[in-house]
């Protein structure tokens, strides 16, 4: 069984611009969660998506935002990129809530 | 809120046993989760406790619940050069909330 695939795997931006991370979960799950990675603060929830209704949303500005398609994919996109936003961006899929999350190897974004 | 604490360094010499201790403070946590990462990878799911269990054993894993304390450990066994890692303990609160809080992660070095 394939795990949670995000791509791309690494990104370089510079500041304003805006990018779209990808997450394609477990097959049969229906929980998508992203968390934000930084060695300052450590993992951080950023939303979860279930049935592509956004259910949980963490501490971010409204320029971090998501969406989740039919088959459960997900998608991830920050605007007007700032220093700070330079991260491990980890995708987590689970069968429902409450069920144990699965994590892909993230996207390593750099803003310049 | 959710707060999780843990210890930032361990070493230990191959075929000894490694303990990582975390605690949180949300009682009404229902799912402890200790995660395992190597450098540039994501989040691999190592083993979870229900908050109504006090001990959990898989293989060379052992978690023990302490919920009085809010005490949460990890006991690995016969520690092997590839256990060098992150590992994180995590807790989500509240049935159906896929939220997980982290804490910052406690690096295990294993000398042969």
């Known amino acids: 069984k394939a795990g949670v695939t995000q791509t791309p795997r690494y990104l370089i931006k510079t500041r304003g611009q805006q990018v779209t991370l990808s997450c394609s979960p477990i097959?049969?799950?229906?929980?998508v969660s992203w968390y934000q990675q930084t060695p300052g603060q450590g993992l951080q929830f950023l939303f979860e998506y279930f049935s592509e209704t956004q259910r949980n949303k963490g501490n971010f500005p409204g320029r971090f935002s998501g969406r989740q398609f039919s088959n459960s994919r997900s998608e991830m996109n920050v605007s007007t990129l700032e220093l700070g936003d330079s991260a491990l961006y980890l995708c987590a899929s689970s069968l429902t809530g409450s069920q144990p999350q699965h994590f892909g190897d993230g996207t390593r974004l750099s803003i310049l | 809120g959710e707060d999780v604490e843990q210890s930032l360094f361990l070493s230990v010499r191959e075929g000894d046993s490694s303990v990582i201790n975390c605690t949180y403070t949300?009682?009404?946590?229902?799912?402890l989760y200790w995660y395992k990462q190597e450098p540039g990878a994501g989040l691999q799911l190592l083993t979870y406790?229900?908050?109504?269990?006090d001990m959990k054993q898989d293989q060379r894993l052992t978690v023990l619940l302490n919920k009085k304390d809010k005490h949460l450990s990890l006991r690995i066994a016969d520690t092997q050069t590839g256990d060098s890692a992150i590992y994180f303990c995590?807790?989500?609160?509240?049935?159906?909330?896929?939220?997980?809080?982290f804490g910052k992660g406690n690096q295990v070095v294993v000398i042969p």
């Open positions: 949300d009682s009404s946590s229902t799912y």
């Open positions: 406790i229900f908050s109504n269990m």
């Open positions: 995590a807790e989500s609160s509240d049935y159906g909330n896929n939220r997980l809080a």
């Open positions: 097959s049969g799950h229906r929980s």
